[in-house]
């Protein structure tokens, strides 16, 4: 880990509903610890920081959601002559981009860690600012937001699970420290990030989220807007996710369950009228459906920058093919992910068609600044999965699929239908490419042909560990 660290709070100046002192800070990104925390309002401005700083286009704002890992799951036709796109096509990673990108993401990750437990250290070392419900609030979010960088760490530079729980794998940094961590296996690796997740489940129990949904207690601007922070019930779905690439289905369903049973309540399934193309602002995002999202400001650029099919040229163009979108999707038309992720018509580029991806687009509201981090669709396709009997599992499994305008599958065409689901569920939210690793599949749905299938080797898995940071391994 760089030894350049220090607390993150230049940060982008913005406002969430007309909040505007959510993100109160002062124009220097250095401020000595003693002053950061000497207050409740400076524990508030460090932990907003690392909110928005997730949102750097290393990590969450364009790598790990839309662009890098996405590329590693074949989800755009990359252009040959994009030849740093087009290599990690290939799982190629020793070229100087791909190196950097990686590079890039770990260090950024880390980074963001070692702030995260700068802000731990001061809520025991300066607990007597905080009051005992923010004190369980700022502790809470800090401790699952360690736990989720070092899980996405993991499922990029870890081994593959299933086949190799017990080979080394990268540090956890638990502590505010300078001097290197000794690697753990990854199972000992995992457990740590269960840990961090347990602890902040206990101490979120108290939550706002849980009396007044997701829009918090708006009496307080720091407990308002609860989806946009690491709230219980997205510490839960965490939960179930690390459960369920761990392999331990029984916890998994547990966890999975608990968030089912207040969905309906606080996150409804999309109503399909408002993500028509046709409607003003079309919820692209299915918003209602969002346990944890980020707010980025600088959304738009995501979409000008890689998916303007009208602005760019094919070579700097993430882009699917039309026929690649249409097999994946199986041609159902009236499914609301493809109605409202991809552009009705297509784009002809060098003879061939192709989908313009529309998700990241729209017009200037908070529906166009959302990018989205765990979804309640994600808890029905685990339960689908983790159900011992397949007939209990494929209720969860059609819920879903009538919620996205389709009809119920018969028991029997589950198991081969949880991964098509996997494909269409998630795309552009950079999940499937970890779904990949933790199923250990190695072949999977070509970006160039619709019948065809690109080969996996289980070790194109395993990002290599940037050059600068072996010597702490």
Known sequence: MRKCIYIILTVLAFTLYGCSDWLDVKPSDRVSEENAFSTLSG????????????????????SLT???VEILAQRYAIDQEASGNYL?????????????????????????IANTNLILK???ENRSVLPDDHYCLVKGEGLALRAMLHFDLFRLFGPVYGKDSALTSIPYYKEFVLEVKPSLVGNEFIQEVINDLLQAEELLQHDPIIEYGPQGDRLDNFKSDRNLRLNY?????????VYMYRGDKVKALEYAKKVITIQKKWFPWVDPMTIAASSENPDRMFSSELLFALQNLNRSSIFTSLFDGDNLKLTALLVPREDVVNEVFENEKQDYRLISGFASSSVELGGVNYKVFNKYHGKDSLLSQVIPMIRVSEM???????????????VYFNELRNNRGLESIPDRWMSFMLDEEWCREFYGEGQLFFFYKRKMKTSVQSAYDRYGMTSVNLKNYVLPIPD????YN
């Open 66 to 68: 839309c662009e890098f």
């Open 88 to 112: 990690l096509t290939q799982y190629n990673y020793i070229g100087s981009d791909a190196k950097g990108r990686i590079s890039s993401i770990w260090s950024k990750a880390y980074n963001l």
């Open 233 to 241: 019930y997205a510490v839960q779905a965490l939960l179930a996710r």
């Open 122 to 124: 001061n809520c025991e």
């Open 468 to 471: 600068g940071e072996l010597q």
């Open 43 to 62: 524990f508030k401005k460090a932990l907003n920081g690392v909110y928005v700083e997730l949102n750097q286009n290393e990590l969450y704002g364009r």
């Open 380 to 394: 029905y396709m685990i339960a689908a999965e983790a159900e011992p009997k397949v007939a209990d599992g494929v």
